[in-house]
């Protein structure tokens, strides 16, 4: 076998071309954020869903984010091919400021509950005193 002078000893990764291995990283990266959009679409759509029904839960979603509703119908049947670094964002704030209202309202009612336990304990002692 003779080697030609004329020859890079250069890996395909450094002259520019991507190996295999990278392509499937990358792909199996896409397809990790395209699913999780899908799902936080989908979560947003199931917290309005009882209380709007599913059609006004798209358009609800869809208004909120600023999509289509077909986009939105799109991530709830799981048929998006890509998405986009604003989408991808814009859904995660949403759910991060759903999560964190039902966080609030979680607390409140935690609030309440304590309030009524302690009532209820207070008289059992008063119905111990009187006894």
Same mark, same amino acid.
Do not use: Y
């Given at each position: 076998?003779?080697?030609?002078?004329?020859?890079?000893?250069?890996?395909?990764?450094?002259?520019?071309?991507?190996?295999?291995?990278?392509?499937?990283?990358?792909?199996?990266?896409?397809? @990790?954020? =395209?699913?999780?959009?899908?799902?936080?679409?989908?979560? *947003?759509? /199931?917290?309005? %869903?009882?209380?709007?029904? #599913?059609?006004?839960?798209?358009?609800?979603?869809?208004?909120?984010?600023?999509?289509?509703?077909?986009?939105?119908?799109?991530?709830?049947?799981?048929?998006?091919?890509?998405?986009?670094?604003?989408?991808?964002? @814009?859904? =995660?704030?949403?759910?991060?400021?759903?999560?964190?209202? *039902?966080? /609030?309202?979680? %607390?409140?009612?935690?609030? #309440?509950?304590?309030?009524?336990?302690?009532?209820?304990?207070?008289?059992?002692?008063?119905?111990?005193?009187?006894?």
């Amino acid at each position: 076998m003779s080697e030609r002078s004329d020859v890079s000893p250069i890996s395909p990764a450094r002259a520019g071309a991507s190996s295999p291995d990278r392509e499937v990283r990358h792909k199996m990266c896409a397809d @990790a954020m =395209r699913d999780e959009f899908q799902n936080l679409v989908s979560a *947003e759509v /199931s917290a309005r %869903r009882d209380r709007l029904g #599913l059609a006004g839960a798209f358009a609800d979603v869809a208004r909120a984010l600023g999509f289509t509703v077909r986009r939105v119908r799109a991530c709830w049947h799981h048929e998006v091919r890509a998405v986009t670094l604003a989408e991808w964002q @814009a859904v =995660r704030e949403m759910g991060a400021a759903r999560l964190a209202q *039902e966080e /609030s309202r979680l %607390r409140h009612e935690d609030a #309440l509950i304590r309030q009524r336990l302690e009532n209820i304990r207070q008289r059992q002692a008063a119905l111990r005193d009187l006894l």
